[in-house]
T-cell receptor, first 112, second 115 residues
């Protein structure tokens, strides 16, 4: 059962422009959401997170938006840099259920 | 501070065999989680250990088992290997609690191929 979905397998943007990566979830019990970035031959690295009590969290060039009514979150990267090229995973967890669900990932390519 | 390491990097087994994968967590990290990542998919949670006790489990059969040791190392054991067990296996450690709000630090993974 795919409770976390990333419907775009890939995204290509020009350096300096905005990258928007989307994620949808179905389980209304999820109350904590994370984005991980993965380079080839490395494990995922934590990027940014958001609790369900917020609708926005910002960290430098990275901003995550959460729309609970739509069960949708997005990651904005502004401005995009070639070093941002990686696979981005969205993940969700529920505080009272010791489990974490990942989406299938979106491969971002930032062209110089 | 050393990162999370996993061994071996790659492994080839045949159906029906047993395999042990190893993970060395960051020093001081009491929680370790294991994930299976099939090709083209996101990581799937297998189980989590906290202070050497299993603390949560995903939808995986009992032939997937684990151990965590006091020296911050852990093992994932898979018995009676099936072709579908071919995947990248990731371990992740976190410093304190067992909640997934605690940042997890992932190792590079072990690529298991079952023939």
């Amino acid at each position: 059962d795919q409770q976390v979905k990333q419907n775009s397998p890939s995204l290509s943007v020009q350096e300096g422009r905005i990258s928007i990566l989307n994620c949808d979830y179905t389980n209304s019990m999820f109350d904590y959401f994370l984005w991980y970035k993965k380079y080839p031959a490395e494990g995922p690295t934590f990027l940014i997170s958001i609790s369900s009590i917020k609708d926005k969290n910002e960290d430098g060039r990275f901003t995550v938006f959460l729309n609970k009514s739509a069960k949708h979150l997005s990651l904005h990267i502004v401005p995009s840099q070639p070093g941002d090229s990686a696979v981005y995973f969205c993940a969700a967890s529920a505080r009272n259920n010791n489990d974490m669900r990942f989406g299938a990932g979106t491969r971002l390519t930032v062209k110089p | 501070e050393t990162g999370v390491t996993q061994s071996p990097t790659h492994l080839i087994k045949t159906r029906g065999q047993q395999v042990t994968l190893r993970c060395s967590s960051q020093s001081g990290h009491n929680t370790v989680s294991w994930y299976q990542q099939a090709l083209g998919q996101g990581p799937q949670f297998i189980f989590q250990y906290y202070r050497e006790e299993e603390n949560g489990r995903g939808n995986f059969p009992p032939r997937f088992s684990g151990l965590q040791f006091p020296n911050y190392s852990s093992e994932l054991n898979v018995n009676a290997l099936e072709l579908d067990d071919s995947a990248l296996y990731l371990c992740a450690s976190s410093p304190t609690g067992t909640s997934f709000t605690d940042t997890q630090y992932f190792g590079p993974g072990t690529r298991l191929t079952v023939l």
